[in-house]
Each structure stands twice: as C-alpha cells, then as structure tokens.
C-alpha cells in the first residue's frame, strides 16, 4: 500500500434508494469509491485523476436507504501515470425495521458488513503530477 488508507462515512438517504423497499443501486457504491479514488490521487500527486477503468467490482450484500457506510480505498501501487487503488464498502449501522420499534430504531452492527469491493485503474498523466500534497504518501 502507498500512502495510507482513505475512509469515507456517510449514510444513505431517501434519495439513494432506486428501488422498492428503500433499495439502494449498486452503483451508488461507485459513486463513493469514485470520490476515494480523487482524494487518493489528490493526496499522492495533487491531481483529480481520470477514472480508467474498473478491473473488478463485486456488490456482496444489499444497502437500503437508512444505513451508515464505510468506504474504504488505498493505492496498492502506481506507474508513471498509472495508479492500482483497492475499494471496500462496509455498513456500519442499519435500521432496525422491527414492527416491534420505533421506524427511526437502528442497530450498530457488531462488525462492519462488506457489501462490495473494487479494483480499478486511474491515470495522472505526467504533467498533471505535482507530487505528494500530503506527507504520508511521499515515495
């Protein structure tokens, strides 16, 4: 890993959910490992980065309108323009969704659910690159 990790909370709202039941779609997911992936390419090389591509995306679990996540990404290792970064999204908190408690009722989750993981590919191109902005991802 270089540099360290990068974690974003945040909770997933009315507006996420795409399907019945408060569903939110997968792809919200990658929303969030998008803005992960800026942070990461901003603090290693003071750049936003494109996004090229992701070699691999597994959605494990459903999220719902309600939940707390946990967005988890790092660089595993970089090119010349190339940057490899891994993506992880836990839930943290649910909505209890007891008939028996109140509809604003949550649960903390004892340990944090994996609901998805990425792998993907972003540039910098060279003259864009403008080194580390932050001490901890200096080479």
């Known amino acids: 890993m270089i540099g360290e990790k990068v974690i974003l909370r945040v909770r997933m709202s009315e507006k996420d959910a795409y399907y019945a039941g408060g569903l939110v779609n997968g792809s919200r997911i ?5 803005d992960i992936a800026t942070e990461l390419c901003i603090r290693h090389d003071g750049d936003e980065s494109l996004f090229r591509a992701y070699d691999t995306v597994d959605f494990l679990a459903p999220i719902y309108a309600g939940d707390f996540m946990e967005y988890h990404g790092w660089i ?3 090119g010349k323009s190339s ?5 992880e999204a836990y839930k943290v908190i649910e909505l209890a969704k007891d008939p028996e408690l109140a ?3 949550a649960n903390v ?6 609901v998805g993981k990425a792998t993907g590919t972003l540039i910098v191109p060279a003259a864009k690159q403008r080194g580390p902005q ?3 991802f200096k080479s």
């Open 30 to 34: 990658l929303d969030f490992f998008g």
């Open 76 to 78: 595993e290792s970089a």
């Open 83 to 87: 940057r490899k970064m891994v993506f």
């Open 103 to 105: 509809d604003s009722a």
């Open 109 to 114: 989750l004892e340990e944090p659910l994996l």
């Open 134 to 136: 932050d001490p901890k």
